[in-house]
């Protein structure tokens, strides 16, 4: 069965930094895409970034270029989303996804909340 | 970055038919490569796919949810409405000029 595990979420102050984790179990992580989307209270769904399976390929919205930084590590079969400097309006609920393009095969964590205060 | 657009809200009786749109900006993510994905999200849940590649659907979708293309439009059209097609629907593409993923704003479909 295919799972994806979010951890690290909570309540941080503005300018402050936090990382978020996505254990990935039930597929080869390795040979996957994967992508972190974002949907604040109350609103749409937002891409945040993604990684290619080696990590060579990064890419990132310009809402959180410079600012955010996605990895992955292969032999843990785990996704990384490093956030600093953050924004009150960084907050919402941070979803771990298998793909990023687009597919049958993709799949969403139950995604992790991060609330930022002022 | 470019812009999906659907409406806000739909509704239908039981039974009825719907189709929900999905506007581009701009034509390259609607008629990319990767097509149109679009996702059924239920509150307090995450997203789930219901369609991708603009017409296709996964294992275990009812079939009364289908997707297609026309122009730089894409629409997902659900026959016979059932209660429990109550739900936000998101439309989302790939633009591979910009190298973004673009979701449209989603729209919140009530059954009366």
Known sequence: EVTLMEAGGGSIAAGGSVRLSCAASGFNFGINVMSWVRQAPGAGLEWVAGIRTTGGTILYADSVKGRFSISRDNSRNTLHLSLNNVRVDDTAMYYCVRGMYGGSDEYWGHGVLVTVSS | ?112
């Open chain 2, 1 to 112: 970055q470019s812009v999906l657009t659907q409406p806000p809200s739909a509704s239908g009786a039981p039974g009825q038919n719907i189709v929900i749109s999905c506007s581009g900006s701009r034509p390259g993510p609607i008629i990319g490569p990767y097509g149109v994905t679009w996702f059924q999200q239920f509150p307090g849940t995450a997203p789930k796919v219901v369609i991708y590649s603009s017409d296709r659907r996964p294992s275990g979708v009812p079939d009364r949810f289908s997707g297609s293309i026309s122009g730089t439009s894409a629409s997902l059209t659900i026959n016979g409405l059932q209660a429990e097609d109550e739900a936000d629907y998101y439309c989302a593409s790939w633009d591979t000029g910009l190298n973004f993923r673009a979701f449209g704003g989603g729209t919140k479909l009530t059954v009366l």
